[in-house]
Each structure stands twice: as C-alpha cells, then as structure tokens.
C-alpha cells in the first residue's frame, strides 16, 4: 500500500493568499501561495500517493502549478493544468526533469469544475488520475520508471521557488487543503 501524504495545515504564508474556515485556498497570484513547513518525500518512500481536490477558475488555458515544491530549477513534482489538460513534471535531481516533463493528459478539463487529482507511485510507475465524484478515478498520464523523485518541500498553489517568492504559474481556480 503507498504511503499516503496526507497535507495538514502547518505551512507558511507567501504573500496574501485567501483561506477561509474549511481549508480552501483560493485569491492566489504570481507572488502568494503556501509552502509546508517540512519535507516530504525524502527519498525513503518506495511507494507513494499524493491526492488534491481542486475546483477551476474560469480560465484554464495557461500554465497553472497547483502542487509543487521549492526546488529552483526544477521541481521533484509539478502537478499542473496546461492547455486544458492535466500535466505532470518530475525531477530526480531538483535540476532537471529527467523522470518526466511537460507528460500532458489526454483528457481535456473544464472551468469552473471541482476535480480529485491523485498522482500515485508504485515502485515501477507513476500514476496521475482524476475524478468529478472523488469515487470513480480515470488514470490520464502513466509514466513507467522506478526512480524515485527527489526530496519534496510542498508548495500548493503556485510555484514558490526556494520558498520565498512566487512564479508566473499559480493556479487561478481555487484547492481544498
């Protein structure tokens, strides 16, 4: 079974985003977006799954990050919107993408629209996946490799490179923490 990383609320501020009493991050922009207080992911896991429950914006046609890390280069994991589809980046080394970069979904997703996405790892692949109802899951990109990303400091809602400022590609629709 994979090591669930279950996100809490212990994460610090950058800039002035919006979350209100149940958790929900939203009012995000090129220079706010949250960022843990501690590592994940920090090589030791075999087998993992990341789960995120996102509801659009009313535009999803650029790049948008909705989790991701604090790496500069390259993030270990950017799990992304790109032209209406879901997208995933991975990086063993924080410098490049050399697991995956710009793996684009087949599937085209809508604005305005409350998704689950899962991204699971298995020891031999990984596995991003959604759902509208949470229950029934549709696996959009597989990418077979067994090397593990590298070590992870969360960031949710945008980009936060070295943890301390924003990027272009914050995510303009709103996430549940």
Same mark, same amino acid.
């Given at each position: 079974?994979?090591?669930?990383?279950?996100?809490?609320?212990?994460?610090?501020?950058?800039?002035?985003?919006?979350?209100?009493s149940d958790y929900i991050l939203s009012s995000l922009n090129s220079s706010s977006g949250l960022v843990a207080n501690s590592t994940l992911l920090n090589g030791a896991f075999n087998t993992f799954e990341v789960d995120a429950k996102i509801t659009t914006g009313s535009s999803i046609s650029s790049n948008q990050i909705f989790f991701a890390d604090t790496h500069s280069d390259a993030c270990s994991i950017?799990?992304?919107?790109?032209?209406?589809k879901f997208c995933l980046y991975l990086? &063993?080394?924080?410098?490049?993408?050399?697991?995956a970069?710009?793996?684009?979904?087949?599937?085209?997703?809508?604005?305005n629209t409350t998704y689950y996405v899962?991204?699971?790892f298995d020891g031999s692949k990984y596995v991003m996946s959604y759902s509208t109802?949470?229950?029934?899951?549709?696996?959009?990109?597989?990418?077979? &490799?067994?090397?593990?990303?590298?070590?992870l400091t969360p960031t949710i809602g945008s980009w936060i490179k070295n943890g301390t400022?924003?990027?272009s590609s914050y995510f303009y629709g709103s996430m549940d923490l």
């Open positions: 079974m994979p090591t669930k990383i279950i996100y809490t609320p212990n994460y610090t501020t950058v800039g002035n985003p919006t979350i209100d950017a799990l992304n919107v790109v032209s209406n990086s &063993s080394n924080g410098s490049t993408f050399d697991i970069g710009d793996a684009r979904g087949s599937h085209t997703i809508s604005t899962k991204l699971t109802d949470g229950e029934t899951f549709t696996d959009t990109i597989t990418i077979n &490799s067994s090397t593990k990303v590298a070590s400022t924003g990027d």
